[in-house]
């Protein structure tokens, strides 16, 4: 495997657990929760250099599920910018000799943008997944087809889903995304494992349906482009 393409892997499971981690605010004091964040934005930096020319093939997308992903990444990148500018306007110590002063209006929108960040992340990496498992299997020289392996993992996977549809009631989601107000809040002194359990299994089920949906999208593309072209059509009747 091309070890340049290993190192972007790891750098951005890194990246994902940074935002995970960064999500326990209340667990973690303010410092580590800003050092963390600024750790992931450097992360995301990273990212983009090494995905730079990603840019340059927007505007040859013309298959609707490549259009779709565009418009996916795109909404990302304006969540981590808008995750990123309210960082600095309410850091208290990373940026804080900038005295921005942002407030609690500001504070919201970092919450609201940090979980449509970790939903559209996991998004992105349910579109790429398909990447992922080549990767694995380079890394662990796996070869050959095994029905058995295959069914399995898609078991563990919809299981992974399941689990996270169940946490999304449990960590209330719904009203996190529509950026609703709500007391409730995680008792880290019960169960922190628990906490980053929750979002995990969250995180996998967007990763599922985005793998699958992406699969459904690209098989139907391909039937399409098959069929022959009936005969009245060919003759531009």
């Given at each position: 495997m091309n070890k340049t393409?290993?190192?972007?892997l790891v750098l951005d499971a890194i990246g994902a657990g940074l935002l995970l981690a960064a999500l326990a605010y209340y667990w973690l004091d303010n410092t580590a929760h800003e050092l963390i964040g600024t750790g992931l934005f450097l992360l995301l930096m990273v990212h983009n250099v090494f995905n730079r020319r990603w840019y340059g093939a927007i505007a040859r997308a013309?298959?609707?599920?490549?259009?779709?992903?565009?418009?996916?990444?795109?909404?990302?990148?304006?969540?981590?910018?808008?995750?990123?500018?309210?960082?600095?306007?309410?850091?208290?110590?990373?940026?804080?000799?900038?005295?921005?002063?942002?407030?609690f209006s500001a504070r919201q929108v970092h919450l609201f943008a940090a979980y449509w960040s970790l939903?559209?992340?996991s998004i992105h990496i349910g579109l790429r997944w398909q990447r992922v498992m080549h990767a694995m299997?380079?890394?662990?020289?796996?070869?050959?087809?095994?029905?058995?392996?295959?069914?399995?993992?898609?078991?563990?996977?919809?299981?992974?889903?399941?689990?996270g549809l169940q946490s999304s009631f449990v960590?209330?989601?719904?009203?996190?995304?529509?950026?609703?107000?709500?007391?409730?809040?995680?008792?880290?002194?019960?169960?922190?494992?628990?906490?980053?359990?929750?979002?995990?299994?969250?995180?996998?089920?967007?990763?599922f349906v985005a793998h699958?949906?992406?699969?459904?999208?690209?098989?139907?593309?391909?039937?399409?482009?098959?069929?022959?072209?009936?005969?009245?059509?060919?003759?531009g009747a």
């Open positions: 393409f290993l190192l972007r013309r298959a609707p599920h490549r259009l779709a992903d565009v418009v996916l990444t795109l909404c990302l990148l304006a969540a981590m910018g808008v995750l990123l500018i309210t960082s600095v306007m309410i850091s208290r110590t990373v940026f804080s000799f900038l005295q921005l002063g942002g407030g939903a559209l992340v299997r380079n890394i662990f020289h796996i070869t050959g087809q095994s029905a058995l392996r295959t069914a399995a993992l898609r078991l563990v996977a919809a299981a992974i889903a399941g689990c960590m209330g989601v719904g009203s996190k995304l529509a950026l609703q107000m709500s007391l409730d809040g995680w008792d880290f002194e019960a169960s922190a494992p628990g906490f980053f359990l929750n979002w995990a299994a969250i995180a996998g089920l967007y990763m699958y949906a992406m699969g459904a999208a690209q098989a139907l593309q391909r039937r399409t482009a098959a069929a022959p072209a009936r005969p009245g059509m060919e003759e």
